[in-house]
T-cell receptor, first 113, second 114 residues
Framework: DGGITQSPKYLFRKEGQNVTLSCEQN?????MYWYRQDPGQGLRLIYY???????QKGDIAEGYSVSREKKESFPLTVTSAQKNPTAFYLC????????????FGPGTRLTVT | GESVGLHLPTLSVQEGDNSIINCAYS??????FIWYKQESGKGPQFIID?????DKRQGQRVTVLLNKTVKHLSLQIAATQPGDSAVYFC?????????????FGTGTSLTVIP
């Protein structure tokens, strides 16, 4: 089955630790995205990548980093510099060169204490 | 910046009634609009989409209406069922020279009363 997977579903970390969230897709999509979702708010774009080895900052990139070494994978690292990291993180992918829907993963809920 | 907003944050309907969820957008360059359904603790799921050159599109029990004059989008769900209870997001897509940009509304929480 084609789709996007995110792991783990729940993640707990102590304040001051970096943590990496996994996102893998087998849809052969070129574009991948990371969003953050907080209660009562819409999705906010953290980073996106249109092609391997290239990525751009979204609206709230501070305290986050990404890599895109493979087309299928777009891991997100939440660093200790992120002031309020506890949130629901969603990964998505889409076809490039077409205004087309995004396919979302199931999300990772990160709790930092 | 872009703005995609929903008129009502919550909506309660009786099972079997029709539901209408509204959305306003601000970017005239948006060429594609999508409705997503998100159940608690899960990622958004695609419901239906519409291109900017259309004003109506129907799916199974759902209809999306687009009014470009007033920049308004609506999702109609016929014969609402308990399984329709979820948060519904509208999103607009703009194809730019740096790639697809997607903008999301805050969501409307739909509760279906049995």
């Amino acid at each position: 089955d084609g789709g996007i997977t995110q792991s783990p579903k729940y993640l707990f970390r102590k304040e001051g630790q970096n943590v990496t969230l996994s996102c893998e897709q087998n849809l052969n999509h070129d574009a991948m995205y990371w969003y953050r979702q907080d209660p009562g708010q819409g999705l906010r774009l953290i980073y996106y990548s249109q092609i391997v080895n290239d990525f751009q900052k979204g609206d709230i990139a501070e305290g986050y980093s990404v890599s895109r070494e493979k087309k299928e994978s777009f891991p997100l690292t939440v660093t200790s510099a992120q002031k309020n990291p506890t949130a629901f993180y969603l990964c998505a992918s889409s076809i490039v060169d077409s205004s087309y829907e995004q396919y979302f993963g199931p999300g990772t809920r990160l709790t930092v204490t | 910046g872009e703005s995609v907003g929903l008129h009502l944050p919550t909506l309660s309907v009786q099972e079997g009634d029709n539901s209408i969820i509204n959305c306003a957008y601000s970017n005239s360059a948006s060429d594609y609009f999508i409705w997503y359904k998100q159940e608690s603790g899960k990622g958004p799921q695609f419901i239906i989409d519409i291109r900017s050159n259309m004003d109506k599109r129907q799916g199974q029990r759902v209809t999306v209406l687009l009014n470009k004059t007033v920049k308004h989008l609506s999702l109609q769900i016929a014969a609402t069922q308990p399984g329709d209870s979820a948060v519904y997001f509208c999103a607009e897509s703009v194809l730019t020279n740096t790639g697809n940009q997607f903008y999301f509304g805050t969501g409307t929480s739909l509760t279906v009363i049995p």
